[in-house]
């Protein structure tokens, strides 16, 4: 469990670093980065069905095959070019 002191010297240390290596000034030279994996199957969430059935079923595709996305963007608000 996170708490609010703990929170709170995190914020303190990072600002602690932003001025350490100065760039608190620099929008361009921060970044920040984010993944995420996607699944190209389909994997219901919902079924529709009668009520009191006891058995569904539905149907997916039979490949686990995904593909990794990173977003990685400035302060300044430019983001890196997509990449294959």
Not at 16 to 23: A, F, G, P, Y
Not at 25 to 30: A, S, T, Y
Not at 44 to 51: D, E, F, G, I, L
Request: proline share 5%.
């Amino acid at each position: 469990m996170v708490h609010k002191a703990m929170m709170q010297q995190c914020f303190c240390d990072l600002g602690k670093l932003v001025d350490q290596v100065n760039i608190k000034d620099k929008p361009q030279k921060i970044w920040n980065s984010n993944e995420t994996g996607l699944q190209f199957y389909h994997n219901p969430s919902r079924v529709v069905a009668k009520k009191r059935t006891r058995n569904l079923h539905a149907r997916t595709a039979n490949t686990k095959e995904n593909v990794t996305v990173m977003a990685s963007i400035k302060s300044a608000g430019e983001a890196t070019p997509p990449m294959y």
